[in-house]
C-alpha cells in the first residue's frame, strides 16, 4: 500500500454540484492532515487542516477517519474557480508526505 | 507585506554545473523546507530546517545541500552530483519548529538543466 493515495481525475463537475475527494495514508502513526489547492504551475496553498472532529470552511468541509485511514475533503455549491488540482499531505513520525493530488474542473 | 520569496522564478544551466536557488522569508517562521515536484509527481521533501545553524535530510537528499546562517534564508545548492535536477523547486516555511504543522510555499523556481 502506498504512504499516501489519492484518485488523480481529472473529477469533471457542472458548476453548483458538490464534489468530494478521498486521501488514504498508511501509517496509524500519523499526526497531522491537512489540504492544499495548486493552480497550474503555481505553488500550493494551504487550503485547510484536518481534524477528526471535523473542520468547515465556508463551503469547504475536511474530515479525519482514523479508523479507515483516510482524509476527505467536500466542496459545495462548487465554483468555476475551485478548478484547481487538490494535494492531500500526511505528517507523522518526522515524515512529510504529499499525494500526487486530484484534478478538478468545474463545467459552465 | 509578509511573504516567501524565491528568486530566480526560471534558472537555465549547463549540466555539470552547481547552481544556487534563493529562498527568504520576512514571516518570522521557525521552520523551513525545500522540496522539489516533477510532473505528475507529489512534492518531495529533500532538506528541512527547524532552527538557525541546524538542518535535516529530507527523502531525497543526494545531490543537494543547505545552509540556515540567518533565520529568514534558507538556500539550497544543486550539485553536479544531482542526476536529474530539471524539476519545480518550492520552498516552505512554518510558523513553529517540529515538522507536523502548516507550511507555506514561496512562488517556486524552474530549473533547466540543458
Known amino acids: 500500500r502506498k504512504e499516501v493515495e489519492q484518485d488523480p481525475g481529472p473529477f469533471n463537475v457542472p458548476e453548483g454540484a458538490t464534489v468530494a475527494f478521498n486521501c488514504t495514508y498508511s501509517n496509524s502513526a500519523s499526526q497531522s492532515f491537512f489540504w492544499y489547492r495548486q493552480d497550474c504551475r503555481k505553488e500550493p496553498k494551504l487550503l485547510m487542516s484536518?481534524?477528526?472532529s471535523g473542520n468547515e470552511d465556508g463551503r469547504f468541509t475536511a474530515q479525519l477517519n482514523r479508523a479507515s485511514q483516510y482524509i476527505s475533503l467536500l466542496i459545495r455549491d462548487s465554483k468555476l474557480s475551485d478548478s484547481a488540482t487538490y494535494l492531500c499531505v500526511v505528517m507523522g513520525d518526522d515524515k512529510i508526505i504529499f499525494g500526487k493530488g486530484t484534478r478538478l474542473h468545474i463545467l459552465p | 507585506d509578509g511573504g516567501i520569496t524565491q528568486s530566480p522564478k526560471y534558472l537555465f544551466r549547463k549540466e555539470g554545473q552547481n547552481v544556487t536557488l534563493s529562498c527568504e522569508q520576512n514571516?518570522?517562521?521557525?521552520?523551513m523546507y525545500w522540496y522539489r515536484q516533477d510532473p505528475g509527481q507529489g512534492l518531495r521533501l529533500i532538506y528541512y530546517?527547524?532552527?538557525?545553524?541546524?538542518?535535516q535530510k529530507g527523502d531525497i537528499a543526494e545531490g543537494y545541500s543547505v545552509s540556515r546562517e540567518k533565520k529568514e534564508s534558507f538556500p539550497l545548492t544543486v550539485t553536479s552530483a544531482q542526476k536529474n535536477p530539471t524539476a519545480f523547486y518550492l520552498c516552505?516555511?512554518?510558523?513553529?519548529?517540529?515538522?507536523?504543522?502548516?507550511?507555506?510555499f514561496g512562488p517556486g523556481t524552474r530549473l533547466t538543466v540543458l
Open positions: 514571516l518570522n517562521h521557525d521552520a
Open positions: 530546517s527547524q532552527i538557525v545553524n541546524d538542518f
Open positions: 484536518v481534524y477528526s
Open positions: 516552505a516555511s512554518s510558523p513553529r519548529s517540529g515538522i507536523w504543522n502548516e507550511q507555506f
